[in-house]
């Protein structure tokens, strides 16, 4: 299966099951699609040649031998030989390697467009004590066979509203690294609130990465980010982010944003950010019931690709000049990427990661968390309900008809189980919004790193020339 589309200039050629990506001129582009059509060799060789006036034969046997080539060796109109894999995927031992700890179901901030409903996932303010984290970690060390490293992520609602329980499971933790053999990477979501320099100074020294959530804008922010009183939180947290940024150095963070269908025009909010001396951005579309007001619509496609691609050419100019910024959905590896297996299984929610709630009970992950229908188990009986950690093992992209056909299903694995959950009652089901976007995400991310390529061989030229 291949993938072509043309953006800022590039002629571009995925080859789904290989993961070769070619650049081409016109005419191999022209030559691939009618490959990809079944056209005989004759017929093609007779369009090109009217097509292309003044185009050689010699030349157009060439071309069709370097195209050969490339399908000789495994790089074009490559067969899916990865389909059979998933078909063992419920017998594979369930090893743990990450926990979402839901250390606060409360928040200082009241977010209109918050799953969790002010943090408390539909339910009661609770906060999650040392005894029900510490238990939680044990969960992991037991659980999570024979992985070194392990990964946390402190949640909420906003967890530095618990932060004096974060400390104590980060100390317990590191005290159990040595006589565990394991290793824990922590990362922490916050609104930044409660930043102030003593919590900076803990930040960085034990979370392996750090997630800001800011939206832009001072008036796009302010919209929906609002504090409990109604105001809005741009004024207080932005000097906040930009304390913990400075002295965050370079260790991990990154600014994660929410845009919606109030602010299309989502890249003057990135950019803002990069202003404001941000470097390392996330902007997420919402996910929301269809009948808010701030709801994303299928009209609202062909602006939201527009944006996507006017931040790809930004990255590249702004690289350019000397002066880089990371877009997390452009991060992408060209030249080796994930492993097979996380490419058909995706995330490993229910699996390999579960969220952990402030009295112990265990989700497959936080988006599914209130919902009793997603109760796995909990941190004093570890997890009791096998069937759906059984269906959850079997939910990837080879799980969902839809993607059978698509060539972008081994970078999004078959896409967010809960997403699909929330769209359309079914974690294998497919939430086809999310699908258009992430496949234009992912045709930007390709055309930034060819970008990349091109510059690279011709500063490469100009030293050998030199």
């Known amino acids: 299966m291949i993938h072509q589309y043309k953006l800022n200039g590039y002629n571009i050629v995925l080859d789904t ?19 990809d059509k079944g056209t005989e060799r004759e017929e093609i060789k007779k369009e090109m040649l009217e097509k292309y006036s003044g185009l050689k034969e010699a030349d157009l046997e060439e071309t069709l031998g370097e195209i050969d080539n490339l399908i000789e060796n495994g790089q074009l109109f490559t067969e899916d030989n990865f389909k059979g894999q998933n078909l063992d995927l419920k017998k594979r031992d369930s090893v743990i390697k990450a926990l979402c700890l839901h250390v606060a179901h409360t928040c200082n901030l009241n977010c209109e467009y918050c799953f969790a409903g002010q943090g408390k996932y539909h339910g009661e303010d609770a906060i999650m004590s040392f005894e029900v984290g510490k238990a939680a970690l044990d969960f992991l ?6 992985r070194k ?17 974060v400390k104590q499971l980060v100390a317990y933790a590191r005290s159990i690294e040595k006589e565990t053999g394991k290793h824990f990477r922590f990362t922490l979501t916050t609104n930044g609130v409660l930043l102030d320099d003593d919590v900076i100074d803990f930040l960085n020294k ?59 025009d989502f890249t003057n909010d990135i950019f803002h950010m990069l202003d404001l001396g941000f470097k390392e951005l996330s902007m997420e579309p919402v996910v929301s019931k269809p009948d808010t007001d701030y709801a994303l619509r299928e009209e609202d496609l062909d602006t939201i690709y527009e944006q996507y691609e006017i931040l790809a050419k930004e990255m590249i100019k702004r690289r350019r000049e000397g002066n880089p910024f990371t877009f997390y959905h452009y991060m992408i590896d060209l030249t080796g990427g994930p492993c097979i297996y996380k490419r058909i299984t995706g995330c490993g929610s229910g699996t390999e990661y579960l969220a952990v709630t402030p009295n112990g009970d265990f989700y497959p992950c936080h988006q599914f968390v209130g919902d009793k229908n997603f109760l796995m188990g909990n941190v004093r009986d570890g997890i009791t309900n096998t069937k759906l950690r059984d269906e959850f093992k079997l939910c990837n992209v080879y799980s969902r008809k839809e993607c059978e056909n698509c060539w972008a299903k081994l970078y999004c694995s078959g896409g967010c189980a809960a997403n ?23 045709e930007c991310a390709i055309m930034v790193k060819i970008a990349e390529a091109m510059d690279e061989m011709e500063e490469e030229e100009k030293d050998t020339v030199g």
């Open 141 to 146: 060390v037991k659980n999570s066979g024979t």
């Open 206 to 264: 034990e979370m392996n990465n750090v997630v800001l959530s800011l939206d832009g804008r001072k008036e796009v922010n302010d919209a929906k980010r609002k504090r409990l009183d109604g105001k809005g939180s741009y004024d207080i947290i932005v000097p906040k982010f930009q304390n913990f940024v400075k002295k965050r150095g370079d260790k991990e963070y990154y600014m994660r944003g929410t845009f919606t269908r109030n602010n299309l």
């Open 17 to 35: 099951y290989s993961g070769g990506v070619h650049c081409v001129d016109d005419l191999s582009y022209d030559i691939i699609g009618l490959m």
């Open 420 to 442: 699909s959950f929330h769209t359309t009652g079914s974690i294998n089901g497919v939430y086809e919004y999310g699908c258009k976007l992430f496949k234009k995400r992912i």
């Open 149 to 165: 490293n392990l990964e946390v992520d402190f949640f909420g609602g906003e967890p530095l509203v618990n932060f004096d329980v």
